[in-house]
Structures are given as C-alpha cells and as structure tokens.
C-alpha cells in the first residue's frame, strides 16, 4: 500500500488555466504539506495544515489554494497557471507535525505550464 | 528555523563507509536534527533524526556533536542505491508555528563509485 499518494504524477497544461492536484495518505496522520521543488532542485514548503489550522508560506502567490477534505487528502488548486508555476509538486505527511515526528513524502506531481 | 552548512558534493566508493557532515553553529536547545534524501526522480525520504545522543537504525547512524553545532551521517558501507542528495535540516521541537515544516538547503550531493 502506497503511504502518500499523489495525482495525476505528470500534468501538462496551458498557460491561465486552472488545475488541481489530489493527495491522500493512508498513515493516520493528523499533518499534512506540500513542497515545490523548482527547476533548479530546490524544494520549498508552501502549506502545512494540521487539523484545519492552515500554515501558509507568505511567498506562495494567493492563486495557490490547499484544500483539505478530510484529514486524510489535501488537495492542491492553482489558479490562471503562470509559466513560473512549472515544478514538482510533492506532497507530504507527518503524524502531529512536531519536530520529532518523520514526514513521508508522494511521490511527486511534474507540473508543466506552456 | 536555524540554517545548516554541508558540502556541496561528497564521492564514496562502494562498500565504504561515508560520513556526511553538517554545521548548525545557530541551533537552539529544542531543535531536532533530522536528515533527509532525494534518490533522482524521487520524492525525499527520510534517513535518521536526533535531539542530543547519537541515533542509530536500520539505514544510517546520526553522530552529534557535544555541544550539538555540528552533526554527521554515517552510511556504514555505502551501496550504488545510496547515491543521492543528502539534506541536514533542523526543526523546532514543540508544535505550532512552524508545524514541523522541512526547511531544505541545498545539502549534499553524494556520489558512489563501484
């Protein structure tokens, strides 16, 4: 069984269209992320959220939006997809988002904006 | 979160052991060490975290400093498969604020040659 899911793991689209990424984690965990790592293999938190209290990075541009539908999924939904966007998406899940606790990565969602 | 130093390239041969080292001359008593890697095309994955003593298990062995401002990771014989980006990060301990978000440097690549 796979711990941290992630769909679709590659996804190509035009420029001001709206996409979505889904991810699921099956470990219970009460903490979930996502990171993006840009062409240049620098991965950078953009949302923690835990028990629907929202973390969100002040660099990450309002067109990105978490949404969690129960504790187990969050979702990640751009708006008017900029060329900037395109990057690997990974999402991540740790147990209470402590500093003792392990995350557990996806697998990642390669995201390519002409 | 307080910043870390490691190189920027390490070489290892396989069946050797490799010792990853990493400066965190700025920790505060209540961050945790944790280290991270990045098999190529993967999402990270979780190697070893410690607070003050020395950690082991299955994958690697966490060494600490005295005085915690430096830590190394010990591959106890490296293998082809541990060829990858190795990241030393340090995280708060208590939850809220920063909910344990990852806070990745550029790390280590690390090479192994058969």
Redesign the interface.
Known sequence: DTAVSQTPKYLVTQMGNDKSIKCEQNLGHDTMYWYKQDSKKFLKIMFSYNNKELIINETVPNRFSPKSPDKAHLNLHINSLELGDSAVYFCASSPRGRGGDEQFFGPGTRLTVL | DAKTTQPNSMESNEEEPVHLPCNHSTISG???IHW?R?LPS?????VI?G?TSNVNNRMASLAIAEDRKSSTLILHRATLRDAA?Y?CIL?????G????????G?GTKLSVKP
């Open positions: 209540t961050d945790y991270y990045q993967q999402g990270p994955e979780y975290h607070l980006v990241y995280i708060v301990s208590n939850y604020g920063s909910q344990g978000n990852l806070i990745f550029k």
